[in-house]
């Protein structure tokens, strides 16, 4: 049987053994605790229409918030003045950037020096816009009786038609052009009257408030020759010899008169018996 004083020797240094192993267990516990980099948690939206997303929220976790370095930069451009709030949050204004691809980075770095980088990109367009488009009812080829009237006809279609230049020309457009008449809706109309002769009509629309499309459209008008029908002429005297010479007569009526007589048809006066 071992001594009482050995006895008590070995369990006096088991004790310490044990003290300085709890201390030592505790203390790497805690040392963990203290050590850990901050962490970055924050919204990202992705792709957006401007003006629906205004700005950015981030979230900061640290065991000593009000010791951290922050280093947060839009586009590569310092975002300045930024302070995490008590619940380690603050917010990066976006609502002054235009369309195209952005992003925005944040460092954070704790007492100890410990760094965390987040970091995203997104991406604002504009709203989505029709197509312009000039919708013929007759199509691009129309034809059209020499003396008639005609008219043309159609639709222009866009999402915001208040924001459309509309124009025509029978000429070249870089030439010369006019507005071409059109209803709040797009409907638009273009008269011509006593058609004479082929006619080629050009129009182009360009619409669009932040994305810009073009259509144009050609109409070619065919205008027939007149009429052999003698009904479908003006009757008269043609000849520019005769004393009743008609300037607006088309076909000859066999009235023309002559001093001296009525033509006999032959060109010649008729003799006297």
Same mark, same amino acid.
């Given at each position: 049987?071992?001594?009482?004083?050995?006895?008590?020797?070995?369990?006096?240094?088991?004790?310490?053994?044990?003290?300085?192993?709890?201390? *030592?267990?505790?203390?790497?516990?805690?040392?963990?605790?203290?050590?850990?980099p901050?962490? @970055?948690?924050?919204?990202?939206?992705?792709?957006?229409?401007?003006?629906?997303?205004l700005?950015?929220? *981030?979230?900061? *976790?640290?065991?000593?918030?009000?010791?951290?370095?922050? %280093?947060?930069? /839009?586009?590569? %451009?310092?975002?300045?003045?930024?302070?995490?709030?008590?619940?380690?949050?603050?917010?990066?204004? @976006?609502?002054?950037?235009?369309?195209?691809?952005?992003?925005?980075?944040?460092?954070?770095?704790?007492?100890?020096? /410990? $760094?965390?980088?987040?970091?995203?990109?997104?991406?604002?367009?504009?709203?989505?816009?029709?197509e312009?488009?000039?919708?013929?009812?007759?199509?691009? $080829?129309?034809?059209?009786? #020499?003396?008639?009237? @005609?008219?043309?006809?159609?639709?222009?279609? #866009?999402?915001?038609?208040?924001?459309?230049?509309?124009?025509?020309?029978?000429?070249?457009?870089? +030439?010369?052009?006019?507005?071409?008449p059109?209803?709040? +809706?797009?409907?638009?109309?273009?008269?011509?009257?006593?058609?004479q002769?082929?006619?080629? @009509?050009?129009?182009?629309?360009?619409c669009?408030?932040?994305?810009?499309?073009?259509?144009?459209?050609?109409?070619?008008?065919?205008?027939?020759?007149?009429?052999?029908?003698?009904?479908?002429l003006?009757?008269?005297?043609?000849?520019?010899?005769?004393?009743?010479?008609?300037?607006?007569?088309?076909? %000859?009526?066999?009235?023309?008169?002559?001093?001296?007589? +009525?033509?006999?048809?032959t060109?010649?006066?008729?003799?006297? $018996?």
């Amino acid at each position: 049987m071992k001594n009482p004083e050995q006895v008590r020797s070995l369990v006096l240094a088991f004790l310490m053994f044990g003290s300085v192993m709890v201390g *030592v267990f505790y203390f790497d516990i805690d040392s963990v605790g203290l050590d850990q980099p901050p962490a @970055i948690s924050a919204e990202e939206p992705g792709d957006f229409v401007i003006g629906e997303v205004l700005s950015i929220k *981030v979230t900061i *976790v640290d065991e000593a918030l009000d010791e951290l370095v922050l %280093d947060v930069t /839009l586009d590569g %451009d310092r975002v300045a003045n930024v302070y995490p709030l008590d619940n380690g949050s603050f917010v990066v204004d @976006i609502s002054h950037l235009d369309v195209g691809l952005h992003a925005l980075k944040v460092i954070a770095r704790d007492k100890n020096l /410990l $760094e965390t980088r987040w970091f995203t990109e997104f991406n604002i367009s504009y709203p989505a816009e029709d197509e312009t488009q000039i919708n013929l009812d007759h199509g691009e $080829e129309m034809t059209v009786d #020499h003396g008639d009237n @005609i008219r043309i006809t159609g639709n222009l279609t #866009h999402s915001t038609i208040t924001s459309c230049i509309f124009i025509w020309t029978d000429a070249q457009l870089e +030439e010369s052009s006019l507005g071409m008449p059109m209803t709040e +809706e797009g409907a638009f109309y273009l008269d011509f009257t006593n058609m004479q002769e082929n006619l080629t @009509i050009t129009m182009e629309a360009t619409c669009g408030v932040n994305i810009i499309t073009v259509d144009s459209k050609i109409v070619n008008i065919t205008t027939n020759p007149p009429s052999d029908e003698g009904g479908d002429l003006t009757q008269g005297c043609t000849d520019p010899e005769a004393e009743n010479y008609d300037a607006e007569a088309e076909e %000859d009526d066999g009235s023309c008169t002559y001093e001296g007589g +009525e033509d006999n048809g032959t060109g010649e006066e008729p003799s006297e $018996e």
